[in-house]
């Protein structure tokens, strides 16, 4: 009898751990946090930061330099070409994060199930999650867009079951050796409710490595649907993307007119960077917590 007040007692300094690994990220982490706020904002406010139309062709001003009108200067078809990068931020960036936000939920949804239910659905999760790795990413959008046509749709939706299976078995792992802690089986003596314990107490205590896999699965995802409007199966012309707009700029590097490459380009690497480096910290962080 006198395990499960021992064991209960153990619940609130749980509580105290549960978002320490988030904390003490460093400058790094910081920055990498403040940039990618600053991109999503730009992206989510985009039309109030220019007047510009990004689609508007003038054949006249094309690769013109940059003026006062246009910082940044106008790519092959005279379109401007910071009004391109800002609204670009939108699929570049918010497809990412929807895709990483539904795999995450998917993930760890069939993670907790498994983990407290055990057994033969435990069985089948992972059997299903092997299976599922069996087909790359890339491949399988490649796939969804050349069976249901080019854009950014079927490629989100065949992205995010590619990604559901790889975060799956990390917060599975994770959320296993929270579920065997004292404390998850005091809960379970005093009658609380399974779905309490799981979204109440496991889910929280296992939230920084899902936040740190699921930042670091954005850079993947901006990557991929960057690589897929590169070649033509992503975003469609004349929407504006950073992928894109790395394929539409190489005629004009041949022609000594970088410029457009190589401003999709440092966004894109910045975006991935920051991901990655905010990622790492959050894990880094955890283990060091722990």
Do not use: K
């Not at 940044?72 to 990412?96: M, S």
């Amino acid at each position: 009898m006198s395990a499960v007040p021992a064991a209960a007692a153990e619940i609130p300094l749980s509580r105290r751990r549960r978002w320490s690994a988030l904390r003490g990220v460093g400058v790094g982490g910081w920055v990498s946090l403040a940039v990618l706020a600053c991109l999503l904002l730009v992206a989510a406010v985009g039309p109030l930061l220019t007047g510009e139309d990004p689609n508007a062709v003038d054949l006249s001003y094309a690769y013109a330099a940059p003026s006062g009108d246009h910082p940044l200067g106008r790519d092959a078809n005279g379109r401007d070409l910071l009004a391109r990068l800002i609204y670009g931020a939108r699929t570049a960036l918010i497809d990412p994060l929807v895709l990483v936000l539904v795999a995450t939920f998917l993930g760890t949804v069939l993670a907790l199930a498994a983990v407290w239910y055990g057994g033969w659905f435990d069985s089948l999760v992972s059997r299903c999650v092997d299976a599922i790795f069996a087909f790359p990413g890339l491949l399988l959008a490649i796939l969804a867009t050349a069976l249901f046509g080019a854009g950014l749709t079927a490629a989100v939706v065949a992205l995010a079951i590619a990604y559901t299976p790889y975060l799956t078995r990390i917060i599975r792992s994770a959320a296993l050796q929270e579920r065997a802690l004292p404390y998850v089986a005091a809960l379970r003596v005093q009658g609380a409710r399974s779905i309490v314990i799981c979204i109440r107490h496991i889910l929280p205590n296992i939230a920084p490595i899902v936040i740190a896999n699921g930042t670091l699965s954005f850079g993947y995802a901006l990557m991929d649907l960057a690589a897929l409007s590169f070649i033509g199966l992503g975003v469609q012309p004349p929407t504006a993307d950073w992928g894109a707009m790395v394929s539409d700029g190489v005629p004009g590097i041949i022609q000594h007119y970088p410029q457009e490459s190589i401003y999709a380009s440092i966004l894109i690497v910045a975006s991935v960077a920051a991901a990655n480096l905010l990622g790492d910290r959050i894990v880094g962080r955890r283990e060091t917590a722990s």
